[in-house]
């Protein structure tokens, strides 16, 4: 029972990763219960006393790699209705903060894969370079260069200074 509570607790920082994978809600949505079938199908190929959320992760990555080359797409469009649903009523403070998050969201949607999966596992989910290296099952060198060319976008994308 403590492995299915483990997961709930894990499912909001995993849709969150999932959203910044497939650029979607409705398709992260998808992808993370595609992630939460196979690790309960899979239970036994975890250990006790590893990180679960980096298995979580390499888990979801793998479906939506999958998927992609499934489909035979490699861009997705992003639905930006879903970010603004309900504003209407929200105070000006909390408005202003959506649209700064759509903003956000957008900029992380240009982002070629590789740098927003990279920015997403170390700025996002606070991965360090090493875990999410592993998760990426690419060198750290290749991480770091992938953060700061993500890092760079998102600064002129968002108008702020490099």
Not at 148 to 153: S, T
Request: charged fraction near 35%; charge should be negative; aromatic fraction near 4%.
């Amino acid at each position: 029972m403590a492995f299915e509570q483990d997961l709930l607790e894990l499912l909001p920082r995993l849709r969150r990763f999932a959203r910044s994978l497939t650029r979607d809600i409705n398709d992260a949505d998808d992808l993370c219960q595609m992630a939460l079938e196979r690790a309960l199908n899979k239970r036994d190929q975890w250990q006790v006393g590893t990180r679960l959320d980096s298995w979580m992760y390499r888990i979801t990555r793998n479906i939506w790699i999958d998927t992609v080359r499934a489909a035979g797409r490699r861009e997705h469009v992003a639905n930006d209705d879903d970010a603004m649903e309900n504003v209407a009523g929200d105070d000006h403070r909390r408005m202003e903060s959506r649209m700064e998050l759509t903003d956000v969201d957008r900029a992380m949607d240009r982002l070629p894969v590789e740098q927003r999966e990279a920015v997403s596992l170390v700025l996002v989910e606070g991965f360090a370079y090493k875990e999410a290296a592993a998760l990426l099952d690419i060198p750290i060198g290749t991480l770091t260069s992938r953060l700061v060319r993500g890092r760079e976008a998102l600064q002129r994308e968002l108008g702020e200074a490099a």
